[in-house]
């Protein structure tokens, strides 16, 4: 059976037997997810492959003890999640470079600078906006919009009850839609 | 049917609403202007998140991983170098071993020295300015007889 088609469970069964290859096919499948995980939480590039690294090593560390009660990806992404809050802590910043962020996701150059340098503008918008809300509102969002996972998914990542999701993702919605349409923030 | 709260309609957005729930969900806020209003906001929001793209793509950390968790293999001079060099290098740390070693023995200590000092003084008041360097035999003479 090539390792495409084996399961996240088997292959951590062979990392936890001393299989190294396996835990390199778990990392090709995961790594570009986690990466914009913490890239999304962080907004540091560079950080965000500190963490997924990290990560990566601790998921090694604790092979034997794992147990396929949940997701694969759940205890990775909490993993993860714990990893990026502990940097952000660690370094105790508010925010992050918001022109380095413009500058990486700039279009292609052959297009044109008035299009380009908009599109630049709500990048660094929608980013500010994000920024500007509190370290667990930001995770349920990310989470929910960009990892796909459901509230109760989030609940099992981040240890929060389901009515503290529930209530971080519609305010978090809110907030960031008070942010980027200020004239609309009376129709919630 | 009741008017959705914010959550579902946040699920209903990522998927997350079991497909049987998911019509009678849209055909109610079609038909309601409050719950058409809010699923509106929130959708808009949801498109406007698409500006955060995060592309791993080019990204691969396998190899870093790897490394890290290998640990980088330290070179070890003693084992690399040739037999010859291995045998100089182990005598020349025998020898310095050995002097360090002798510095410090029981023949080097102060109170030794002392001892074999005071040795050989003891030794000089025996045999004083004896022209041979050695002893002269002491040899007893008979006692002349009393008169």
């Known amino acids: 059976m090539t390792d495409d088609k084996l399961t996240d469970v088997e292959l ?19 790594q570009g997810q986690s990466l914009a995980l913490a890239y999304r939480t962080l907004g540091n590039w560079d950080q965000a492959e500190d963490i997924v690294q990290e990560a990566f090593i601790r998921v090694h560390k604790a092979a034997k003890k794992y147990r396929p009660d949940a997701k694969f ?33 700039s279009g292609n150059p052959l297009d044109d600078p008035a299009v380009v340098q908009e599109k630049n503008e709500q990048i660094q918008k929608v980013w500010r906006a994000l920024d500007r809300l509190n370290k667990r509102q930001r995770m349920a969002v990310v989470l929910h919009r960009f990892q796909g996972l459901s509230h109760q998914e989030i609940t099992e990542v981040t240890g929060w009850s389901a009515s503290a999701v529930e209530s971080l993702l519609v305010r978090a919605y809110r907030n960031l839609r008070r942010d980027l349409d200020p004239k609309k923030n009376d129709s919630f | 049917m009741e008017h959705p709260n914010d959550i579902t309609m946040l699920e209903l957005l990522g998927g997350h609403i079991p497909e049987s729930d998911q019509q009678p969900l849209r055909d109610h806020i079609e ?36 490394l890290a968790i290998a640990g980088p293999s330290k070179p070890n001079w003693y084992l690399d170098s040739k037999p010859l ?21 029981v023949q080097h200590s102060k109170e030794y020295l002392q ?19 050695w002893a002269d035999p002491i040899i007893e003479t008979e006692p002349k007889p009393e008169h």
């Open chain 1, 73 to 105: 990806t759940t205890w990775l992404y909490r993993i993860v999640i714990n990893l990026c809050l502990d940097e952000k802590r660690r370094i105790q910043r508010a925010g992050f470079n918001i022109a380095d962020i413009g500058a990486q996701q």
């Open chain 2, 115 to 133: 001892t074999s000092a005071a040795q050989v003084l003891y030794l000089d008041t025996l045999l004083p300015s004896s022209p041979t360097g």
């Open chain 1, 12 to 30: 951590m069964q062979a990392v936890a037997l001393g299989d190294m290859g396996k835990l390199g096919v778990l990392a090709q499948r995961h």
């Open chain 2, 85 to 105: 060099l291995r045998i100089a290098a182990s005598v020349l740390v025998a020898t310095v071993l050995g002097y360090f070693t002798g510095k410090f023995s």
């Open chain 2, 31 to 66: 038909n309601c202007p409050a719950c058409r209003i809010r699923c509106k906001e929130f959708s808009q929001t949801w498109a406007d998140l698409d500006a955060l793209k995060a592309d791993a793509s080019q990204r691969d950390l396998t190899s870093r991983i790897n």
